[in-house]
């Protein structure tokens, strides 16, 4: 969207330059009324231009948003570790350690998203995002730091 963008700025800005060139080869023989259409037509153009800017520039912030959640992520990757059905945060021995994570928005969307509790007569957890449902057993809660001690 955003490159489509920059393409109809680019193309208004162009109308608007053709206008000028217009109005200045025609020198003084140029008639006010002419003059006033081609000024319109300028506008116009300038306004497209300034419109396919703004969407431009919201397209590039929600990029660069992107780029700082993935950048983030990837800076996580080595501080997750997968157990059973889950996604844990590691200790330094690289074991799982807390809550379960999603791992279907960990492994496509690379958002880490705390499971929820199915309540007592659930057999699953729950992802609140992508509505994934995990069976209790594969995705512990509150799991221990347990083989070195
Ligand atoms: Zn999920």
């Not at 499971?115 to 509150?142: E, M, N, W």
């Amino acid at each position: 969207v955003s490159w489509d963008a920059i393409s109809n700025a680019l193309s208004s800005v162009d109308t608007a330059i053709r206008v000028i060139k217009a109005i200045k080869a025609a020198d003084g023989a140029i008639e006010k009324a002419e003059l006033k259409f081609k000024l319109a037509e300028m506008m116009e153009a300038l306004a497209d231009a300034k419109e396919a800017l703004s969407e431009s520039r919201d397209a590039r912030q929600a990029l660069f948003d992107e780029i700082a959640r993935l950048k983030d992520a990837l800076a996580k990757h080595g501080m997750i570790v997968r157990q059973l059905d889950a996604y844990y945060d590691a200790t330094e021995e690289g074991e799982a350690k807390g809550d379960p994570y999603c791992t279907r928005c960990w492994e496509i969307e690379h958002r880490l998203v705390h499971l929820i509790r199915g309540d007592r007569t659930d057999a699953f957890h729950h992802c609140a995002v992508c509505r994934q449902k995990y069976s209790r057993r594969a995705s512990p809660f509150s799991i221990e730091r347990r083989g070195l001690e």
